[in-house]
């Protein structure tokens, strides 16, 4: 009996060292498979240092999506650096004492709407909070201020009293029914503006944000100006907590243009801002402890965009969950934990392995929400995901889980790498949708100015140039178009706006994207 035993046990021992080994190695394929770490958590990674060498490839789209900007620009331009550029818009506002000439178009037309304009500095601002020593090692930083100057500058003029802010210049209707260059625009150029009886938060608090965020990247290079727009942002955002409605219920003809879908979100995102940008608890309060509840949806994950600022708000709530603040009482703990724990549910959603995976992609792996400018989502998307993927980094914060499976920052850091080299060409269409990078790019750009030789006499009516089958006369340069279709296609004509026009608000998080992956670093613990 003794000899059987102790050979028994031998067996079960052989049989269970077996067992371990088996299960080790299907656990390192899992974690080959997924690119996480399947059902183990991960170790946490080292966090990078100062800004190491430069990828050359986002360095260069880097430096040609800035330019778009400079395409974008009104006003009397300074320093311009696009040759068919030049001087327009110049007697914006005079009608109510005001200059209101400077400020960006839009797109391919030549309206100041204010609300995705202010969006654009915000995403903007945010970037060069994170990234401005990667911008600066790409020596990509002064375009990027530049940018963000000329957008607040506008801003500040658009706000001449406490509860007024101007929303918008130009009649849409009377432009789109033009196609011309801005510098010899001749048609008439209404103001249009929000107040106390014609109440607009979600525009007035989205200008908040944008002054807000911008007052920290000022901050110590012109105190003047950035305690100026400090106190701009603090006054916007009193002005649209207290009088709040949607500015296109105010003004119904916005609903054809940039109809928001709430303002809730915007306070949200411009209070996080203001707590950001003045340590003042009570901002902190009412993002968490007073409104969080109601306002943020906690727990769903939604889609970051011009429209709804609940995810960027989210992942920028998570900055101070991942990094601390000694102020905050259990309250404002619990809420910042709610935010944080609904950014992984996005992030979760982007991670093309995640068991949470959003199905709306193309072939190619492109995040894919809608027809009209398709590249917004998934250029947003990336660049949340590589802001979160750096906070994670930064806080020795080895992996998110998501329904189990654990992804590490490199993990959500690839996803992003994924949707910016999918723009920049890897795709089925073998096509750089970012104007000017690369050797193949769109060439019939939905574009008044670029579309219309600058010589060219054409008043209103230059719809010739519109319907033209030629390659555009001037490149605009830096221009991320809307993007292609589900199916990874895309057609080149000028007549088909929904894929070719550009906007400068995906622009913006666009530069964020870039700057993000042009090379490693940590993050700051802090903006201020």
């Known amino acids: 009996m003794g000899s059987k035993t102790k050979g028994c046990c031998g067996w079960l021992i052989v049989a269970l060292v077996a067992s371990l080994v088996a299960t080790a190695a299907v656990v390192a394929i899992m974690k080959k498979k997924t690119g996480g770490g399947g059902g183990r958590k991960l170790k946490p990674l080292p966090v990078p240092g100062p800004p190491g060498a430069i990828d050359s490839k986002y360095g260069d789209a880097l430096g040609v999506a800035l330019q778009f900007f400079q395409v974008q620009k009104a006003g009397k331009l300074e ?35 204010s609300f995705p304009m202010a969006f654009t500095a915000t995403v903007l601002s945010w970037s060069i909070l994170e990234y401005g020593d990667q911008m600066s090692a790409a020596k990509q930083l002064d375009p990027a201020l530049d940018a963000l100057r000329w957008i607040t500058d506008f801003l500040v003029n658009a706000h001449p009293s406490d509860n007024v802010f101007y929303i918008q210049v130009g009649d849409p209707d009377l432009d789109h029914n033009c196609w011309e260059r801005p510098e010899t625009m001749s048609e008439k150029r209404p103001l249009t503006q929000i107040n106390t009886k014609s109440p607009g938060s979600d525009v007035a608090a989205e200008a908040a944000a944008a002054m807000a965020s911008a007052s920290m ?41 940039y109809n928001s879908t709430g303002y809730q979100d915007e306070l949200l995102w411009a209070a996080s801002w203001l707590y950001h940008a003045t340590g003042d608890q009570t901002y902190l309060s009412y993002v968490t402890v007073q409104n969080g509840k109601a306002f943020a949806d906690w727990g769903r994950p939604t889609w970051f965009s011009w429209d709804d600022k609940l995810a960027g708000t989210q992942v920028l709530l998570s900055r101070i969950n991942f990094f601390g603040s000694k ?57 949340l995901a590589v802001v979160y993927s750096d906070y994670m980094l930064t806080s020795q914060t080895a992996a998110v889980q998501c329904s189990g499976k654990y992804y590490s920052p490199t993990d959500i850091r690839n996803f992003a790498i994924s949707q910016a080299n999918y723009i920049l060409g890897d795709n089925p269409m073998k096509l750089s949708y970012l104007v000017g990078y690369g050797s193949s790019y769109p060439q019939q750009v939905h574009h008044r100015g670029a579309s219309i030789p600058a010589d060219a006499k054409t008043g209103c009516k230059g719809f010739q140039y519109l319907h033209s089958l030629s390659p555009n006369p001037n490149v605009a340069m830096g221009a991320l178009v809307g993007g292609p279709f589900q199916n990874d296609t895309f057609v080149d004509s000028r007549d088909n706006a929904v894929q070719t026009e550009s906007s400068t608000y995906n622009s913006g998080t666009l530069v964020g994207l870039l700057s993000g992956l042009v090379t490693t670093s940590s993050v700051a613990q802090s903006f201020t």
């Open 327 to 383: 102020q905050t009482s259990n309250a404002e703990n619990m809420g910042l934990k709610m935010y944080r724990d609904t950014a992984e549910a996005v992030i979760c959603g982007l991670l093309p392995d995640s068991p949470s995976a959003t199905a709306s992609r193309t072939g190619g792996g492109l995040v894919w929400i809608s027809g009209w400018n398709s590249l917004q989502h998934a250029t947003n998307a990336a660049f």
């Open 79 to 113: 320093n311009n650096q696009i040759p068919w550029r030049g001087d327009s818009a110049l007697d914006d506002g005079k009608s109510a004492g005001l200059d209101l000439s400077k400020g960006m178009y839009d797109a391919g037309d030549h309206i100041k709407f």
């Open 217 to 257: 990247v000022f901050k110590s290079r012109d105190t003047t100006y950035s305690d100026t727009l400090l106190q701009h942002a603090q006054k916007l955002f009193t002005f649209a907590d207290t009088y709040r409605g949607l500015a296109s219920d105010t003004y119904p003809k916005l609903q054809n243009y």
